[in-house]
């Protein structure tokens, strides 16, 4: 069983960045692929960034690529997502999700969510 905390979300103006963090509890968060997802209002929860359980090898949502950056650290059980050039379209709530050896894009595969945390991006 894996347990996720996320943190780091706030206000920001349009060009500022924000870094996530999602603590994970647990001795097994090397062995989960992890994820970043959001939801903005009225609208589905979209991928937006994957890292393999290893951390070699990410993907990111076309609308992100550049931009923010997904990394972990197995040793301090934590994710993170660097988020750079932000713009009013990015404002959501982000999740973390964790799925056990999986990588990829489908919020079905990921077993494990955070409760969110709110990124609002002012124009």
């Known amino acids: 069983q894996v347990q996720l905390v996320e943190s780091g979300g706030g206000l920001v103006q349009a060009g500022g960045s924000l870094r996530l963090s999602c603590a994970a509890s647990g001795r097994t968060f090397s062995r989960y692929g992890m994820g970043w997802f959001r939801q903005a209002p009225g609208k589905e929860r979209e991928f937006v960034a994957a890292?393999?359980?290893?951390?070699?090898?990410?993907d990111y949502a076309e609308s992100v690529k550049g931009r923010f950056t997904i990394s972990r650290d197995n040793a301090e059980n934590t994710l993170y997502l660097q988020m750079n050039s932000l713009k009013p379209e990015d404002t959501a709530v982000y999740y973390c999700a964790a799925g056990l050896l999986y990588y990829g894009r489908s919020s079905r595969s990921y077993a494990h969510w955070g409760q969110g945390t709110q990124v609002t991006v002012s124009s």
């Open positions: 890292v393999r359980w290893s951390g070699a090898g990410t």
